[in-house]
C-alpha cells in the first residue's frame, strides 16, 4: 500500500489531480484511522468537521485496500457525485486499476415490462395527458444501446412527474424471474456490474432494504464484501427504524388496484366480477384516508382505535382486499402479472391484521401518518440497536461510520447505544475552518420562549434588522412546515412595510435542486425552508451569509415513536430528555448550523432565536457542541461583524 501521508501532503498525488485540494493534518488521521480499522475488520466512528475533507480521507483506504468495499451514502444525489466525480478524481490520482458500480433501487431503474404496458395502455396510466411526452422521450432512452436505465439519466423529463410510476417497478410489482425482459432487464445488469465490481456506491435506503432484510436479492453483494462505509451515518438511525419495522399505505393499495386492472385487461377480460371488486377497493383505500381530515400528522394506535370512522373504514379496507384475493387465486394461473397481484394482496392481509393484532409484540410502536392525500400504517421498532448489533456480529468485515454530526461535545454514547455498536471506537476530528473568525453566534436576547402565542411574531422581528445587515443572503431555516409558512406570510408582509426587495423563496415552490440554483444567483434573496434544507446543502460563498433557526430542533412530543421510546426510557429508569432527546436534538442542530461555512473563505452568522440555549441548563451543553464561534446576545455586535467583513449595505 502507498503511504497516506505521501498521498495527502501538499505536493502528493491528491495535489496534482485534484483542484483546489489543501493538506488537512484532520484528513490524513481520519484516513489513517479508516485503514486501520479496514485492515483489521474492526468498527470506527468518525466524526470529522465540515472542511476536513471526509470524501477523500476514506476512498483514499477504500480504493487501496484491495478488496470489495460498500460505500453506502444518505442521499442518491450523494451517490452520484460519488461515483461520476469523487471516485473518478481520486481513482485517477492513485493510478489503481479499481473497478466501480453505482447500484440503486429497483424504482430508479425503467422497467420494460412496465414501459411496454403503459404504452400499450396509455389511457389507464394518464390522469395528466400533458405527460405523454415524456412517455414517448422515456421510451426512446430505454432503446438506446449505451442506456443505463436510471432514471437520473434522462434529465428531460422531471423528478417528480408522474410518469416514472408507470414505468419503474417496486418490490411488490417486480415478476424478477417470471417477466419476459429479465434477460435484459437495466436493474439486473446494474446488479451484475455491481456483484463484479471492486467498490460498489448505494444509499441507506438501498443497503437496509436489500442488504439486511434480503428483499431485494443483493444479499450476493455482502459475503464478498471486505468493508462496509457508511457516510451521512447520522441518518442511519431513522433509515435503520424504517425498514427494521413494517408498513402499509393506502398508496399502495391503489397501486394494487391499478396494477390488477391493467393485467386484466391483457389476461382477464371475461372476468365480469373483477372491474366492480378493483373499484370497490379503491373506494375503501380512499375512504379510509379521508376518515382523517388533517394533513402531515401522525397518531398512535390507541388514538386511532377511539376514532369509529376509522376503525369501521379498516374493517371495510381488509373486507374489500380479502375479496379481491379471492377472486385473484382463481384468475392468477391466466399471468405472471396477475399472480404477482394475487400474493401481493394477500401479503398486505397479512400485514394489516398483523397492525391489528393487540397480541403483537410489545417492542414495536404501532401509528399511523397522514400525508395529503396518503395514509400509512406503520409498525417500529422502540429500538433497533439490538437488531442492528446482530447484522454486525454475523458479518465480520470493517464496519466505518462517518459523519460531520455524530457527537453531543464528542461524547458519542447516544450513537453508540442507538445503533448498537458496543466497543466500537470512536474519534471526532474538528473542523480545519477558523470559525472564531469566519462566524458569529447570535442568540436575541428580546425572544420568549416558543410556548409563547406570537414567538413567530418576535423572531421575525428579530430577524428584520439582521436581515438587512446581511443584506438578504439567508436561510431561515424551521423546525415545522407549519411556522415555516408562518415566517414566510410574515416576512412577505414585513418586506413590502418596509420596501425591502430580498427575494423571499419558499421550500416547494419548486425542486429543491432549482431552489438552491436560483438562491445562488439572485445573490441577496431569503430561502425559507424546513428539514429539506438542513442537512444535504453546500451553498459556498457570499450568497449565503446568514442562517437563521426558529427554535431548538426537539421532535414533538405527542410523535407516536418518540413518545413510546420516551416511555420505555423512563420506564427503564433512564432520563429520556438527557439520554435521547437531547442528543438527537443537538445533532439536528449541529446540521442545520453547518449549513453557514461551507469554505476557508466563507463568513457569515447563526441566528438561533431561542433563547432556551442560553436560559436552560442543557443550553451549555448544546452551544458547546457547536463550532467554536463568537457568541453574542447583541444585535450591534451582528451589524458591526457584517460591517468588519464588508458585507455591510452599501450606502
Known amino acids: 500500500m502507498l503511504d497516506l501521508k505521501s498521498i495527502f501532503a501538499s505536493d502528493g498525488l491528491l495535489s496534482g489531480q ?32 465540515t472542511g476536513t475533507g471526509k470524501t477523500f480521507a476514506y476512498l483514499v483506504p477504500a480504493l487501496l485496500a484491495g478488496g470489495k468495499v460498500i460505500i453506502s451514502t444518505g442521499t442518491k444525489t450523494l451517490q452520484d457525485q460519488l461515483f461520476n466525480r469523487d471516485i473518478p478524481g481520486v481513482r485517477a490520482a492513485l493510478n489503481v486499476p479499481v473497478s466501480v458500480a453505482l447500484l440503486k433501487g429497483r424504482a430508479n431503474y425503467v422497467c420494460r415490462y412496465h414501459l411496454e404496458r403503459t404504452l400499450h395502455d396509455e389511457h389507464l396510466a394518464f390522469v ?197 384475493a379471492d377472486i385473484l387465486e382463481d384468475q392468477a394461473e391466466r399471468s405472471e402479472g396477475l399472480e404477482n397481484c394475487w400474493r401481493r394482496a394477500n401479503d398486505h392481509i397479512s400485514l394489516i391484521k398483523r397492525w391489528c393484532d393487540d397480541a403483537e409484540t410489545a417492542e414495536n410502536v404501532r401509528w399511523v401518518e397522514v400525508y395529503s392525500r396518503v395514509m400509512q400504517l406503520n409498525s417500529t421498532p422502540l429500538s433497533i440497536a439490538e437488531i442492528f448489533g446482530r447484522q454486525l456480529a454475523a458479518m465480520p468485515r470493517a464496519w466505518i461510520f462517518t459523519s460531520a454530526t455524530l457527537s453531543v461535545n464528542k461524547n458519542f454514547d447516544h450513537y453508540v447505544g442507538e445503533m448498537g455498536l ?27 420562549e416558543p410556548h409563547h402565542k406570537d414567538y413567530i411574531g418576535y423572531i421575525v422581528r428579530a430577524a428584520m434588522p439582521v436581515l438587512k445587515a446581511s443584506r438578504g443572503r439567508a436561510f431561515f431555516l424551521c423546525t415545522s412546515l407549519r411556522a415555516m409558512q408562518q415566517v414566510h406570510e410574515q416576512l412577505t408582509v414585513a418586506f413590502e412595510s418596509e420596501h425591502i426587495d430580498y427575494p423571499l423563496l419558499l421550500q416547494g415552490e419548486a425542486s429543491r435542486s432549482g431552489m438552491l440554483k436560483r438562491f445562488s444567483e439572485l445573490g441577496n434573496a431569503v430561502l425559507i425552508g424546513s428539514h429539506s434544507f438542513w442537512e444535504g446543502i453546500d451553498v459556498r460563498g457570499a450568497a449565503l451569509s446568514l442562517v437563521i433557526i426558529d427554535k431548538l430542533p426537539f421532535a414533538p412530543p405527542d410523535d407516536p415513536v418518540l413518545s413510546a421510546r420516551i416511555d420505555k426510557i ?82
Not at 20 to 37: K, P
Request: hydrophobic letters at 40%.
Open 128 to 324: 395528466n395527458r400533458s405527460e405523454v411526452k415524456y412517455l414517448q422521450q422515456i421510451e426512446r432512452y430505454a432503446a438506446q444501446k449505451s442506456s443505463n436505465g436510471d432514471r437520473s439519466g434522462l434529465t428531460a423529463v422531471p423528478e417528480d412527474a408522474s410518469v416514472w410510476h408507470h414505468v419503474t417497478a417496486t418490490r411488490e410489482n417486480c415478476l424478477g424471474t417470471e417477466c419476459p425482459h429479465y434477460k435484459n432487464c437495466f436493474l439486473m445488469e446494474a446488479r451484475k456490474k455491481a456483484l463484479a465490481a471492486d467498490i460498489v456506491v448505494v444509499n441507506h435506503h438501498l443497503f437496509f432494504a436489500d442488504v439486511m432484510l434480503r428483499d431485494e436479492g443483493l444479499t450476493e453483494l455482502l459475503p464478498a464484501c471486505n468493508s462496509v462505509i457508511f457516510d451521512e451515518a447520522h441518518q442511519l438511525p431513522e433509515t435503520a427504524s424504517l425498514f427494521f419495522g413494517e408498513s402499509i399505505s393506502t398508496g399502495q393499495l391503489l397501486d394494487l388496484a391499478h396494477d390488477t386492472k391493467a393485467e386484466a385487461l391483457q389476461a382477464a377480460r371475461d372476468c365480469l366480477i373483477l372491474p366492480d371488486t378493483i373499484a370497490a377497493l379503491e373506494k375503501s383505500a380512499r375512504d379510509l384516508r379521508l376518515t382523517i381530515t388533517e394533513d402531515h400528522v401522525r397518531f398512535s394506535l390507541p388514538v386511532m382505535k377511539k376514532k369509529p370512522a376509522f376503525t369501521a373504514a379498516l374493517k371495510s379496507l381488509q373486507e374489500k382486499l380479502v375479496e379481491l
Open 422 to 448: 458496543g466497543d466500537a471506537r470512536s474519534v471526532s476530528w474538528d473542523s480545519p475552518f477558523n470559525f472564531p473568525e469566519q462566524a458569529l453566534m447570535y442568540v436575541p436576547a428580546t425572544i420568549p
Open 18 to 49: 485534484i483542484p483546489g485540494y489543501r493538506e488537512r493534518s484532520q484528513q490524513l488521521e481520519m484516513a489513517e484511522a479508516i485503514a486501520e480499522t479496514m485492515e483489521n475488520n474492526g468498527v470506527l466512528i468518525a466524526e470529522a468537521g
Open 570 to 651: 423512563n420506564s427503564q429508569g433512564g432520563n429520556a430528555f438527557m439520554d435521547y432527546q437531547l442528543p438527537r436534538a443537538v445533532i439536528s442542530l449541529k446540521q442545520g448550523a453547518g449549513r453557514l461555512i461551507r469554505d476557508e473563505s466563507d463568513c457569515g452568522v447563526l441566528m438561533i432565536c431561542d433563547p432556551r440555549l442560553t436560559t436552560k441548563p442543557y443550553g451549555r451543553k448544546i452551544w458547546k457542541s457547536l463550532p467554536p464561534m463568537k457568541r453574542t446576545r447583541q444585535l450591534v455586535d451582528v451589524e458591526h461583524f457584517f460591517q468588519q467583513k464588508s458585507l455591510s449595505p452599501a450606502h
